[in-house]
């Protein structure tokens, strides 16, 4: 064992080096920022149409710190693999009152809507679609 006690010296210190940088890697993403790709017209001008890359921090969320006209991003529940950003434009207990433009451009009826108030940890958010066309 003698001639080999370098090398299993030099590799058990190389293995402990790339998993606390995996470590490192884990706490950054799940806990402090992340990359996020997001495409699609919902958001322009601010965002631009095209695939663009942001680092999303995820401290305020956990801290409850988001306010209205943040910009959020969020997965589809029918593909979670996909991300889409939107602007919040409501939170619990805030009355949310929007113009349908569904029906003929003279009968555009109000709505109006309550972000509900919930004894669960996650927060009821109320976000705004742009569409186009």
Partial sequence: MGPFRFAIKEARETAF???KCFCVLHVTDNYLISPVITYGHSMLPTIDATSTIFLTERISTRFG???HGDI???RLPHNPRQTVAKRLVGLEGDRITYVSSRLSKKKKKKHM???PKTSI???QLWFQRVTFG
Avoid: G
């Fill in 72 to 74: 959020v991003v969020l």
């Fill in 121 to 123: 940890s996650l927060r």
């Fill in 17 to 19: 080096l790339v998993a």
């Fill in 113 to 115: 809507f309550l972000v």
């Fill in 65 to 67: 710190k988001v306010a």
